[in-house]
Nanobody, 130 residues
Framework: HVQLVESGGGSAQSGGTLRLSCVVSGAQFNWAVGWFREAPGKKREAVAAIDGDGTTDVADSVKGRFSISRDNTQAMSGTILTYLQMNDLEPDDTARYYC?????????????????????WGQGTQVTVS
């Protein structure tokens, strides 16, 4: 049974920092994990993703401010920890942030036909920047 649980959201001031965490349990060690965000009235946006081999990609809108990492120390037992480090936050970063996981990178990152169709999603964590 696969579960994704996000944490670390909250309120921050412009220029501030937050670090989101996502615990993926029941996963295969080489799954890709991504972060998406959705703000009221806006389309869901892919923020960053990291593949099982550590390859990463970050959206242009947050490049230079956000970074993604993962901890695979427990991956062989089915648990992947993924972090989204958010620096120099801006009010436009206000959104609900979701973690997603899938065996296919193309379901997590833009430019692929199956983008956005990740099989597993968390409940999200709210980030508010003022």
């Amino acid at each position: 049974h696969v579960q994704l649980v996000e944490s670390g959201g909250g309120s921050a001031q412009s220029g501030g920092t937050l670090r989101l965490s996502c615990v993926v349990s029941g996963a295969q060690f080489n799954w890709a994990v991504g972060w998406f965000r959705e703000a009221p009235g806006k389309k869901r946006e892919a923020v960053a993703a990291i593949d099982g081999d550590g390859t990463t990609d970050v959206a242009d809108s947050v490049k230079g401010r956000f970074s993604i990492s993962r901890d695979n120390t427990q991956a062989m037992s089915g648990t992947i920890l993924t972090y989204l480090q958010m620096n120099d936050l801006e009010p436009d970063d206000t959104a609900r942030y979701y973690c997603a996981a899938d065996q296919l990178w193309g379901r997590l990152w833009v430019g692929y036909p199956q983008f956005g169709q990740a099989k597993y999603w968390g409940q999200g964590t709210q980030v508010t920047v003022s």
